[in-house]
């Protein structure tokens, strides 16, 4: 166990925090600090052929075992983490022989990680969970997923006896901003298909995820002294408030779970000559996925008729739902599925209400579920991980190899 926690805190201890509003890749330079390390720590464990390319994207081989034919299969994890917290002087804190009650993340500032709020934790008695000290994200998502893939090739490589065909990994940056595999090199990886450790609780296993849009709304108004105003100003506030009012009301993230689709405005600026609306849209369903593009051209130009045509709207479509390219080669999850059943996981198949580097990769022709990685509360303060966990993804990774060897 200390081996995996000493490696997992290695890595999140960098600061590796992605930015949206760089051009470059990776979009940030400190980036590169985890991802030469990674380099290093591929080559000393005995992988085969490990580059890492001008923009980070790192690839390493381990070669067969086994002189029969057996498919090439990858595993995939994102080194970057989220812009939405700091990830700035991670200091992680381990709790052994987890209790059940609430975790002080930081007596200063009364940061509790709260096991009433934050009920998951009641699965984890008795134990081993590292947690942030409440100022920083962790950096389980994807961390741990790195952690257990360089573990589960060190392990098969420290035990020839178990048999597998070639494995191919890679680890790759700003997933986190929506770019992991914008520039991955599917030719060059090799396999035929892969799997992302990217996953949170232990069990679960994904093979749908949204269809993802975004949606931005420019609205141009008129500025007229307000006691002059009447059948002269337009209120572009105004009418931002109309479009957002237009929209299904319950059909909003905080109102709806599972495979129900929704809008959500995340970012509102304005005044009155100029307000913009920012919105993603999300459904697993490809026909009301594009109604739902359809419902905002609609409102946007009822408003634009009512207002001489003074909004613009751009959509941009951002990623689709992998269950069209899995589907066809579901023995990949089957595989996944019997791995964590043979070592006595229950396996949690659901859909993903997010996106992630499978479902580029799946449409770039790498089939690709995704598989736990075993943390929790991403992208925030109250972030933890069970060490037990990234514990069974390393045994999942291994048994997944050895399954597609014995097919």
Not at 117 to 126: E, K, S, V
Request: negative net charge; contains cysteine.
């Amino acid at each position: 166990m200390q081996h995996i926690i000493d490696r997992f805190i290695s890595y999140v201890t960098i600061d590796t925090q992605s930015d949206p509003t760089s051009e470059s890749t990776p979009s940030t330079e400190k980036q590169w600090i985890l991802a030469h390390k990674l380099v290093d720590e591929l080559r000393s464990i005995g992988l085969h052929d490990v580059t890492i390319d001008e923009n980070a994207y790192i690839m390493a081989t381990l070669p067969a075992n086994v002189e029969h034919e057996v498919p090439t299969i990858g595993f995939i994890a994102h080194f970057d983490t989220s812009p939405d917290f700091s990830g700035t002087n991670v200091r992680p804190q381990i709790i052994e022989n987890y209790n059940g009650h609430d975790i002080i993340l930081n007596e200063e500032k009364n940061i509790i990680l709260s096991s009433s709020y934050f009920d998951d934790l009641l699965q984890y008695i008795g134990q081993t969970i590292i947690t942030t000290d409440g100022t920083t994200l962790l950096g389980a998502d994807d961390k741990a997923g790195i952690t257990e893939i360089v573990t589960a090739m060190e392990h098969l490589i420290h035990n020839p006896e178990i048999k597998h065909g070639t494995i191919k990994i890679a680890f790759t940056p700003d997933e986190e901003i929506g770019r992991g595999a914008h520039k991955f090199d599917v030719e060059k990886f090799g396999a035929q298909w892969a799997y992302t450790m990217d996953g949170s609780q232990i069990g679960e296993l994904e093979y749908e995820n949204f269809n993802a849009a975004s949606a931005t709304i420019s609205i141009s108004g008129k500025s007229v002294h307000p006691g002059y105003a009447k059948g002269k100003m337009v209120n572009a506030v105004i009418i931002a408030n109309k479009i957002i009012e237009d929209l299904p009301r319950h059909e909003i993230p905080e109102e709806t779970t599972g495979r129900e689709g929704f809008f959500h405005v995340h970012t509102l600026n304005g005044e009155i000559e100029n307000t913009t609306i920012e919105m993603i849209i999300r459904d697993h369903d490809m026909d009301h996925f594009l109604r739902r593009k359809e419902l905002i051209r609609a409102i946007v130009k009822k408003y634009n008729q009512a207002y001489d045509d003074c909004i613009t709207l751009e959509i941009k479509d951002q990623y689709f739902n992998m269950k069209e390219k899995v589907e066809p080669v579901f023995h990949i999850v089957e595989i996944a599925q019997r791995a964590m059943e043979d070592i006595g996981i229950k396996p949690i198949i659901k859909p993903i209400r997010g996106g992630t580097d499978g479902s580029q990769l799946s449409f770039m022709g790498l089939p690709c579920p995704n598989i736990f990685a075993g943390g929790h509360n991403f992208h925030g303060k109250y972030e933890y991980v069970p060490v037990e966990s990234m514990q069974k993804a390393v045994e999942v990774i291994v048994r997944i190899c050895e399954l597609t060897a014995n097919r």
